[in-house]
């Protein structure tokens, strides 16, 4: 809509009897632009054009309205204002002088001009913003608002260096609009105190200022930077209540939008406070301005200024969108049909429906997708990312607050990542000892001394010490990090039982996994093998004697080397025969200093290692400075190795034990740390401890942990988009995950859940159902509403679920007859347990949160398993004794891991029919006439790759401080492959066409390729028909991920008696896809395998042949067998709380 009003002088603006001077202005913006810089000059920056100024002509910053500036201007000077003057004989005044002059003189020639309140960080500043406001003009060529600071001429531009065009300053070029400053701080992007006038002149009250000044100017009330006349303009940032934080954050986002309304703005004047504009007409008037006493009340400004009322319907109806919903129009991305949702603000949404129906496509490509991309536009250094950034398919999305995906993707790796760095719980614990800790000398146990600003001393022994900071709590940085183990706070150490693999038979015949079997080859393979031959010859040993019966100078030798007795061996390199006369090194010291030498993190010497706790820091981690400061008696590392709970319990009664001083020093540090304590708590993790590593975490867990830390922090105004948080949750603890989601909510945020979850659908106050199908058959909005109105519309999927809740059959259930032992399971929390597990059939291993479920199977019975079948050591063993073994063949576990190992893995590949594809290809006659064989088909080989992206269909943008991101390749369009190949067609498809089939449509395509029809009918079958063959499958969720390996299984053909060990295997399953999973459980059973399942989900519970159920509780509370039996029997086993729930 084309915004005519700001034509009009305002109050401020106007020139009055004036006016006759503006006769023979010139009729250009940048013309008028240096008349302005003629006319006025900036206080500040006197020095750059040789003169300096006294009090009276400081004081000339204070006149308020153009009239008071033009009066001045002529008593300084009278000739007509388009005579250039000195700089001696210049107004002066400030940035806000230059563009509150401009504007008067646009609007006089016919233009549209406001003035905009901000940020710069151009100039010399303390602050990284410093306080400034420009000038927008509306181009009516261009159809676009040009911002100008009208402040920066030719001297300044060279003396500030600025290399942009100031007369058209973009989004990244340095400015930021009061409303944008107040976004970023409220969203934590930004700190407050990065804004301001100056050091003193900083942080939340410079935000707010600019933030309401900008506002005003909107609205013809162009006053001085120090007019905080309003009870909202002169309150402090901590005393606003909410509903004034919201009116806030509603007028930073309409002063933020692109496209600025009047609409907007009129509805925004009538929820101001009743005594905002009162406060400033009454001091205006005060201040001798006549016409304030033309302005009655807020709607009398708008006849003022003549504000046009001429909306069309549809824009009535997105400004009413934009206020109370996310609106989306057009939605077209991945297999949406050009739908059209609206999502209601500050409530919560739940996007359901069945597995590849574009739940994700809607929530996660195209809302968050689209916030992202925005988000990215406001950057300066994200100018150019954002034009490459990929905008999401829709016509139309209105109303969209900033967004934050919180998913339920495994996490980082990375064992310095913790539940303490991922809360922020750490920082304020060393900021809690910085303030009160006390620091004791490690050898004396007496407190230390101050000796200087930077150091510490024992009074006693004189040892200096480094003084405490953060970072002497920090375990990631250099200070503070034990010099030993670099913070890890283990070292690697050879065990020498590991390398010996059988001890009842000889060497040759492979008693060690080191040296192999010998049998058969040369002597002299290599040096290691020579260095085994030599010591022997030596020592007259015979190698055919079993390992056990070996001398134990010889075994000395060949493990930890000969000092300094020198031996002669032989050995070949490069197809040579070499001679060598040196100590032999020693199998031990030869795989310690290759594992030294590895950066790989799958070092394959890790079978020969264990794990030492570190003998300098005992495993805590940290430098001796942080490990000899307490608080009444604990330390830094004993806090993080404490429970969430008992962390919880110190932090409260801790107060109790601090002198006042101490506790007016700590009062904030403890509410902060209780806050995020109290979040974990609350989501239900109470039994985990800060230090547990982000790698040990399950996927439900890390979700958990990432959104309490958002409950901890204080934003709002936000859009949060969750995957599936309930995952990793028994269903005793769903209403843990409702009512942080409705926290969320509370705190005046909107929140859309991808969720299939029964309770959590149950408790949102809306509902959009996606369906009805998957993939090309998906895509539309089905059902949208209330849960009632889900559940009596007839074409809901989900409806008709959750009013037919619990009708999976419990009967035709396999009675086990034969069972895997294991005794003595102490992994983590286990309490020494001995359980039995059923073969044959399908068996459930369930239990709340944090019981012990993943300690018994991936940490107990997977190693057992690894022992007895793949012969592999097991160092440090959870378990006393495993039989039963000899019933199956072979496991397979099917975890959440990503499949695939780099971002070139796809389904097509990871089920091995891509190579199949690429000969039918490479069959086609076009093909074989242009000399292409299969290679070329192939987007991993340079011979038929896109040379731009190297066949990955996206190229990387890499940015300093943030993620990096990727974008569709420029030149293949996304399609991976040169243009000669894409000339192929098989059936009349590209290979880049087969790649961007789904599971589904391929399966069709493919229905005369028996193995290729086969092996996608199994994707099919496990619920994963939607997927696309080329897609990434380091993207695929947990779920997804096990589903895909669980095909793959299947497709192998295998006459084994298998065991499969699946974790959670519904996630991401809605419950119809559950019913078509059980199914393919069921076969699997039928064939003779076995299937252990750990799983939350009680339609799987409920359809197993055998549960077994951890408990009672989590953590320490947890660790035993609390119910073994049937689905039946758990029924009324009054120790199972499983037993309740299905």
């Known amino acids: 809509m ?20 503006y006769q023979d202005l010139p009729k250009t913006p940048i013309e008028l632009l240096k008349v302005v810089q003629s006319l006025v000059i900036h206080g500040d920056q006197g020095k750059l054009y040789g003169i300096s100024f006294n009090k009276q002509q400081s004081d000339e910053e204070l006149l308020r309205t153009i009239p008071q500036m033009l009066k001045r201007i002529f008593e300084i000077n009278s000739n007509p204002l388009t005579i250039p003057r000195n700089p001696k004989q210049r107004l002066v005044g400030m940035c806000r002088d230059y563009s509150l002059l401009l504007v008067s003189l646009l609007r006089y020639r016919g233009f549209e001009a406001r003035m905009r309140a901000g940020f710069a960080n151009y100039f010399e500043s303390e602050l990284t913003y410093e306080d400034h406001w420009l000038v927008e003009y509306y181009d009516t060529l261009t159809k676009r608002w040009i911002r100008i600071d009208a ?36 969203q934590g992007h930004a700190h407050q105190d990065d804004f301001g006038y100056n050091k003193n002149w900083k942080g939340w009250h410079s935000v707010k200022g600019n933030l309401l000044h900008d506002f005003n100017n909107m609205i013809g009330l162009e006053l001085l930077p120090w007019d905080l006349w309003t009870e909202l303009s002169s309150k402090k940032y901590n005393q606003l209540t909410r509903a004034e934080k919201n009116l806030l954050d509603e007028m930073a986002e309409i002063l933020s939008s692109g496209n600025i309304k009047i609409e907007d703005l009129n509805l925004l004047i009538e929820k101001l406070p009743e005594d905002y504009l009162k406060s400033i007409f009454s001091q205006l008037k005060i201040l001798g301005i006549s016409e304030i006493k033309e302005l009655g009340n807020p709607l009398e400004l708008e006849k ?10 549809s824009i009535k109806n997105s400004l009413c969108h934009n206020k109370s919903s996310i609106y989306l129009k057009g939605g077209r991305q991945n297999n949406l049909k050009d739908v059209e949702v609206t999502i209601p603000k500050n409530q919560i949404t739940v996007i359901t429906g069945v597995s590849g129906s574009g739940k994700s ?19 300066s250094n994200g100018a150019k990312l954002s034009e490459q950034l990929q905008k999401p398919e829709f016509d139309l999305l209105q109303g969209l607050t900033p967004t934050i995906a919180i998913e339920q993707k495994k996490g980082s790796q990375n064992p310095r990542s913790t539940v303490g760095t991922l809360t922020s719980i750490w920082d304020y614990l060393r900021m809690l000892f910085v303030s009160i800790g006390k620091s004791y000398c490690p050898y004396c146990k007496i407190p230390l001394e101050k000796k ?34 670099n913070g890890l706070g283990f070292t690697y150490q050879v065990n020498p039982q590991l390398i010996v693999k059988d001890p009842t038979i000889s060497i040759l015949d492979g008693a060690t996994y080191y040296f192999g079997k010998l049998k058969g080859k040369k002597p002299n393979g290599n040096w290691m093998v020579g260095e085994l031959y030599a010591i022997a010859k030596d020592k007259n040993i015979d190698l055919d004697i079993p390992w056990n019966e070996l001398p134990r100078d010889f075994i000395d030798a060949i493990l930890y080397g000969t000092d300094d007795k020198i031996y002669e061996f032989s050995f ?58 307490t608080i009444k008696g604990y330390r830094f590392p004993e806090l993080t190795k404490m429970t969430i709970e008992q962390l919880w319990n110190w932090l409260c009664e801790l107060p109790n034990q601090l002198q006042k001083n101490e506790l007016s020093l700590v009062n904030d540090i403890l509410t902060e740390l209780k806050i995020r304590v109290s979040y974990l708590l609350k989501v239900g993790l109470s039994y985990i401890s800060t230090d547990r590593t982000a790698p040990t975490l399950s996927g439900g867990e890390l979700q958990r942990v990432r959104l309490s830390s958002q409950l901890g922090s204080e934003l709002v105004g936000l859009t949060y988009i969750l995957d599936e948080p309930s995952i990793g949750l028994h269903p005793r603890d769903h209403n843990l995950i409702i009512k942080m989601i409705e926290e969320l909510r509370d705190k005046g945020n909107t929140v859309i859940v991808v969720e299939h979850d029964k309770d959590t659908i149950l408790s949102a106050d809306y509902i959009i159902d996606v369906g009805p199908s998957a993939g090309t058959k998906g895509g539309f909005i089905i059902a949208e509403g209330t849960t009632q109105e889900i559940i009596k519309n007839p074409n809901s999927i989900t409806g008709k679920y959750l009013s037919t809740y619990n009708k999976i059959s419990s009967q035709n259930k396999i009675i086990p007859s034969k069972w895997l032992s294991l005794k003595g399971c102490h992994a983590n929390n286990l309490k020494n347990i001995d359980v039995e597990i059923p073969l044959n059939c399908m068996c459930s291993i369930t239990g709340v949160s944090g019981s012990g ?187 997804e991920s096990q589903r895909i390996k669980l095909a793959k299984e299947l497709g192998t053909k295998t006459k084994k008696r298998m065991l499969y060990i699946l974790d959670e295997p519904t996630t991401g399953l809605h419950f119809k896809d559950i019913e078509n999973l059980l199914i393919t459980f069921r076969k699997l059973v039928n064939e003779q395998h076995s299937l252990l399942i750990i799983e939350h989900n009680t339609e799987v519970i409920r359809a197993s042949d055998w549960i077994i159920d951890i408990g009672p509780d989590s953590g320490i509370n947890g660790g035993e067998i609390v119910a073994s039996g049937t689905p039946d029997e758990i029924k009324i086993n009054p120790n199972s709380i499983t037993g309740h729930f299905i």
């Not at 058209?168 to 340095?174: F, P």
């Not at 003022?304 to 319907?313: E, G, L, Q, V």
């Not at 399609?975 to 009349?988: A, T």
């Open 304 to 313: 003022k200024f003549k504000f046009t009322k001429s909306i069309n319907k």
């Open 151 to 186: 402040q920066i001429d030719d001297i300044q531009k060279n003396y500030f260096q600025i290399n942009f065009d100031t007369h058209d300053v973009g989004k990244t070029d340095g400015f930021l609009t009061g409303s944008e400053a107040w976004i970023r701080c409220r």
């Open 2 to 21: 084309k915004i005519n009003n700001y034509k009009n002088q305002s109050i401020i603006t106007n020139p009055k009897k004036f006016e006759n001077k």
């Open 853 to 1039: 479920k993943s300690s018994l199977v991936f940490h107990s019975l997977l190693p057992a398993l690894e022992e007895k079948l793949k012969q592999k050591s097991i160092p440090d063993k959870n378990y006393t004794e495993f039989t039963g073994f000899d019933a199956i063949d072979d496991f397979i576990l099917m975890d959440q891991t990503p499949i695939g190992k780099s971002s070139r893995s796809t389904p097509a590949t990871y089920i091995n029919i891509f190579d199949e594809i690429r000969s039918l290809f490479a069959e086609t006659p076009q093909a074989k006439q242009k000399l292409l064989d299969e290679s070329y088909f192939s987007f991993n080989s340079k011979k038929g790759q896109c040379p731009n992206c190297q066949g990955l269909g996206k190229t990387k943008i890499i940015l300093q401080y943030m993620a990096d991101q990727w974008v569709t390749c420029s030149e293949c369009q996304g399609k991976r492959y040169q243009k000669e190949i894409l000339s192929i067609q098989y059936k009349g498809k590209t290979i880049a066409d087969i790649l961007d089939m789904e599971v589904a449509e391929a399966k069709t395509f493919f229905s005369d390729c028996s193995d290729i029809y086969r092996k996608l009918s199994l994707l099919d079958e496990v619920g994963l028909g939607y997927l696309k063959l080329g897609q990434n499958t380091l993207g695929l969720s947990g779920g």
């Open 572 to 629: 070949e390199s490069k197809g040579r025969e070499s001679k060598i006369r040196r100590p032999a090194s020693g199998a031990i010291n030869h795989i310690q200093r290759l594992f030294r030498e590895s950066s790989s993190e799958n070092n394959t010497l890790h079978q020969y290692m264990n794990k030492i706790p570190c003998n300098t820091c005992g495993g805590e981690l940290l430098c001796i400075e942080a490990r000899f400061t």
């Open 361 to 379: 496509s809607l929530a996660f490509d195209t809302i968050y997708e689209e916030g992202k991309r925005r988000y990215f536009e406001n950057l």
């Open 452 to 485: 200087n600003n930077t150091k510490n001393y024992c009074p006693h022994c004189q040892t200096i010490f480094s003084k405490i900071n953060t970072s002497t709590f920090n375990a990631n940085s250099h200070t503070g990090a034990c010099h030993d183990c």
